[in-house]
C-alpha cells in the first residue's frame, strides 16, 4: 500500500511560479511510473506530467516549457515546479503513483492551485 501526500497549492498571481510537493510512503517496491494530473470545475482530469523510472518525461502540450517534473528518490518525494502560471493552470493538481507491481494507480487527495488576479 501506497500513501501519497501532496502540498505547495495556493493562491499565486498569474506569471508567478509555485512548486507542488508530492511525498510517497509505504511499500515501494519499484516504480513504474509517477506524474501529475489536474482536474478543474466541471472537466474531466488531465495528465499534465508524468516521469518514469528511468527518469523520462512526459508535458501536456499546455504546460509543455513552463512546468517541470521532477523525482528525489532519496526524499521519496516527487515535484512539480510551475513557472509562468496562467489562470487556466487553476484545478486541483493531484499525485499519481504506479509500482512495478501493480496493475492500478494510487492517488493522493490533491492540492489545490488557483491562479487570479
Known amino acids: 500500500q501506497v500513501r501519497l501526500v501532496e502540498s505547495g497549492g495556493g493562491l499565486v498571481q498569474p506569471g508567478g511560479s509555485l512548486r507542488l510537493s508530492c511525498a510517497y510512503s509505504?511499500?515501494?517496491?519499484?516504480?513504474?511510473?509517477m506524474g501529475w494530473y489536474r482536474q478543474a470545475p466541471g472537466k474531466q482530469r488531465e495528465l499534465v506530467a508524468t516521469i518514469s523510472s528511468g527518469r523520462s518525461t512526459h508535458y501536456a502540450d499546455s504546460v509543455k516549457g513552463r512546468f517541470t517534473i521532477s523525482r528525489d528518490s532519496a526524499k521519496n518525494t516527487l515535484y512539480l515546479q510551475m513557472d509562468s502560471l496562467k489562470p487556466e493552470d487553476t484545478a486541483a493538481y493531484y499525485c499519481q503513483y504506479r509500482g512495478r507491481y501493480d496493475s492500478y494507480d494510487y492517488w493522493g487527495q490533491g492540492t489545490q492551485v488557483t491562479v487570479s488576479s
Open positions: 509505504g511499500t515501494i517496491v519499484s516504480i513504474k511510473t
